[in-house]
């Protein structure tokens, strides 16, 4: 038996003997180190790849990592510290981009000082601005703008709060200039924009680009936080109108709490890896099914968790990360750029007259014909065999990335559309086969700790609920 069969035996053995319930981490911190300085959803937690890591690593070192779909990073972080030397990330979401530099690129500048320096600075501007501060609430109201207003309401606040709030600071000739960010009046308070552009600027002040970023990315999470964003969802719906013109957001506490709590979070990661020499982290920022910048046959481990379905019907990460980056990058990212990343993720293509499918994989082709069977259900099987369509182009791109021998984790999830129950782990192997992976073994866990939402609409008929998503699969390949 060659030595690759015999990691795969080993590893098959040391698999098969973890204990019941092994990957689930249900009572376990997911939150230690930089893990957690931002909210993402569908957030694969840490000890997965942590311990995906140290298993293999014990029959073979890994010192190049791939992981195509980085959302937050994650599974870079784990990388470095498990010793990778090369550690390859990318996601077409300029917000996963972010997180994942700010939480791999460790800051050796003392950050307790960063931290008095900036909140003392912080204090002199809310001293320099008070005035503006303390008037804006009483010039809304006195002018009647009604902040409850909708986005599309072109008369009032909803979409002018970026001029209204310009009038008021120039009549107060304050040096303040609020830029012209889309449906900022919809989603912010008049006194949190106010705030929020004072924490920015200040931020922009900083020299050190990575310390900049750093700062940036609590700034990111803050504006999520004081937003006027429904608690505890990740799709984006507005309060209440009555919620929202009591709204009183702490910005300057918000802020500076998030940024304590991410500095401390940094120290760990600092102090965590000082025995080591850290490897290179490469970051980009393109479709998956290209990967043109990492280098052809240099991968020796990919682990990934890539989306469940397309972002209209699962979960859709750049509505989720429209405000942050509306806020963080108006002076580098168009309107429209931050509007489309969730058309070109995965199974953002519509075949809405119809499709051939080409894909090798008899399971699929079962469930489309499945879908199929009421025939006006074919823009939605078209939406179904879009993401597949999708998947199995990153499969190739990522299997090219891989050297031979290189082990591939895909933790997936299985969901239901029109009833119809699509068995991604098992597509994912079916399609695999094509393309040169052998197919090791396929291992559950159940996803107490994933956030994202256990309830969808499969069927689109509005209040018809199922439960989707309670265990993911993970899929281990081999490329031969
Ligand atoms: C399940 S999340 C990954 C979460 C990540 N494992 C973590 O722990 O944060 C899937 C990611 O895939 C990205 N994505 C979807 N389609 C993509 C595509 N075609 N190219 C690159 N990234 C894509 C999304 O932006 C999202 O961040």
Redesign the pocket.
């Known amino acids: 038996m060659d030595e690759a069969r015999i990691i795969d035996k080993e590893l098959i053995e040391e698999f098969s003997n973890l204990p019941e319930g092994f990957w689930d981490f249900k009572n376990d911190d997911t939150k230690e180190l930089t893990h957690s300085i931002h909210n993402?959803?569908?957030?694969?937690?840490?000890p997965i790849s942590r311990n995906i890591l140290k298993i293999v690593n014990k029959y073979r070192s890994s010192s190049s990592l791939l992981?195509?779909?980085?959302?937050?990073?994650?599974?870079l972080l784990e990388g470095l510290l498990a010793g990778c030397t090369e550690v390859y990330g990318?996601?077409?979401?300029p917000l996963?981009y972010k997180?994942s530099k700010a939480k791999t690129t460790p800051l050796h500048c003392d950050l307790d000082k960063a931290f008095n320096d900036f909140a003392n600075k912080l204090d002199q501007k809310y001293d320099l601005y008070s005035v503006v501060l303390a008037g804006i609430d009483d010039y809304i109201f006195e002018n009647n703008y009604d902040i409850t207003a909708k986005i599309n309401d072109k008369t009032n606040w909803g979409a002018n709060a970026s001029s209204i709030l310009n009038a008021y600071l120039s009549a107060h000739n304050s040096d303040l200039i609020i830029p012209e960010i889309q449906s900022v009046g919809f989603w912010f308070v008049p006194r949190c924009i106010l705030e929020l552009q004072i924490i920015r600027n200040l931020i922009c002040e900083i020299a050190d680009t990575d310390l900049q970023d750093y700062f940036m990315i609590a700034f990111s999470e803050t504006t999520r936080l004081v937003s006027n964003r429904r608690n505890g969802e990740f799709k984006m719906y507005r309060m209440t109108p009555e919620k929202v013109a009591a709204y009183k957001p702490d910005v300057r506490s918000t802020y500076l709490n998030t940024l304590s709590s991410n500095i401390c979070k940094m120290k760990a990661f600092i102090k965590r890896a000082e025995d080591r020499v850290l490897g290179s982290v490469h970051l980009s920022r393109?479709?998956?099914?290209l990967l043109s910048s990492v280098p052809d046959q240099s991968i020796d481990i990919v682990i990934?968790?890539?989306?469940?379905g397309d972002?209209r019907t699962t979960?859709a990460?750049?509505q989720f990360s429209r405000v942050s980056l509306q806020w963080c990058d108006y002076d580098t990212l168009s309107y429209k750029e931050i509007i489309d990343?969730d058309k070109?993720?995965?199974?953002?293509t519509p075949f809405k007259k119809g499709f051939a499918n080409c894909l090798p994989s008899a399971t699929l082709d079962h469930a489309l014909s499945e879908i199929l069977k009421p025939s006006e259900n074919l823009e939605r099987a078209g939406d179904v065999f879009s993401f597949y369509k999708?998947l199995n182009d990153?499969l190739k791109a990522v299997t090219k990335k891989c050297r031979t021998n290189a082990y591939q984790f895909w933790?997936v999830g299985n969901r239901t559309v029109k009833e119809v129950s699509l068995k991604t782990d098992q597509i994912l192997v079916e399609l695999g086969r094509n393309l040169g992976l052998k197919h090791i073994m396929t291992m559950r866990r159940a996803i107490s700790n994933k956030v994202m939402p256990s309830l969808n609409s499969p069927t689109n008929v509005s209040g018809k609920k199922a439960k989707t998503m309670c265990k993911e699969l993970i899929v281990v390949f081999r490329k031969e």
């Open positions: 993402y959803p569908a957030v694969m937690v840490y992981d195509p779909f980085m959302g937050s990073g994650t599974v990318n996601d077409l979401n996963a997180i393109e479709d998956s099914r990934t968790s890539p989306p469940y972002s979960v990460y750049g990343i070109n993720l995965m199974g953002g999708d990153v933790v």
